[in-house]
T-cell receptor, first 115, second 112 residues
């Protein structure tokens, strides 16, 4: 069965430091991969997506992610974190189930940014 | 352009009651999906609708039902509420369901 693992429940970084959030997936076919961000009490905002092609994808707010098929990973990176990046981050894989395309999410990584 | 809208924002119900949540997709989007997000977890897929037809259903009991209207808006109904139904219910829209999904702000349901 398909699954998404985010091994880090909580990460703390200082403002201006680099960031990498890990995501591993289990899915038999070619995955469609996404990163979403959720601020407290809010819905999910799409940061970036990978469907095919270049394995390094750029997203909004200065985020990027790299798809590595050999490692079944899709890690999210940012070179310099801003205080406003504090939020919860979810990795998701888009799978086909019958005629539906549903998202399977990881359990999330909570990011704290220190001043 | 307006994003995905959901109503109500918050809702408090008691066990055994029934609830209806509403969602309006982004203009031009024909697919709506519903997700349940329990505190501290990632969202879980409940339903997907496209052109008023149910395309898929997650592992949820029959107490959960949904429908999509000709204007592509959608309702999620939950009958015989249990304490465990307390969660943030998220609606997502996309052009066809096979593209990226854009989420609304959610409806926070509390069951007492």
């Amino acid at each position: 069965a398909q699954s998404v693992t985010q091994p880090d429940i909580h990460i703390t970084v200082s403002e201006g430091a680099s960031l990498e959030l890990r995501c591993n997936y289990s899915y038999g076919a070619t995955p469609y991969l996404f990163w979403y961000v959720q601020s407290p009490g809010q819905g999910l905002q799409l940061l970036l997506k990978y469907f095919s092609g270049d394995t390094l994808v750029q997203g909004i707010k200065g985020f990027e992610a790299e798809f590595k098929r050999s490692q079944s990973s899709f890690n999210l990176r940012k070179p310099s974190v801003h205080w406003s990046d504090a939020a919860e981050y979810f990795c998701a894989v888009g799978i086909s189930s019958g005629s539906a395309r549903q998202l399977t999410f990881g359990s999330g990584t909570q990011l704290t940014v220190l001043p | 352009d307006a994003g995905v809208t959901q109503s109500p924002t918050h809702l408090i119900k008691t066990r055994g009651q029934q609830v209806t949540l509403r969602c309006s997709p982004i203009s031009g989007h024909k697919s709506v999906s519903w997700y349940q997000q329990v505190l501290g977890q990632g969202p879980q897929f409940i339903f997907q609708y496209y052109e008023k037809e149910e395309r898929g259903r997650g592992n949820f009991p029959d107490r959960f039902s949904a429908r999509q209207f000709p204007n592509y808006s959608s309702e999620l109904n939950v009958n015989a509420l249990l304490l465990g139904d307390s969660a943030l219910y998220l609606c997502a829209s996309s052009f066809t369901g096979y593209n990226e999904q854009f989420f609304g702000p959610g409806t926070r349901l509390t069951v007492l």
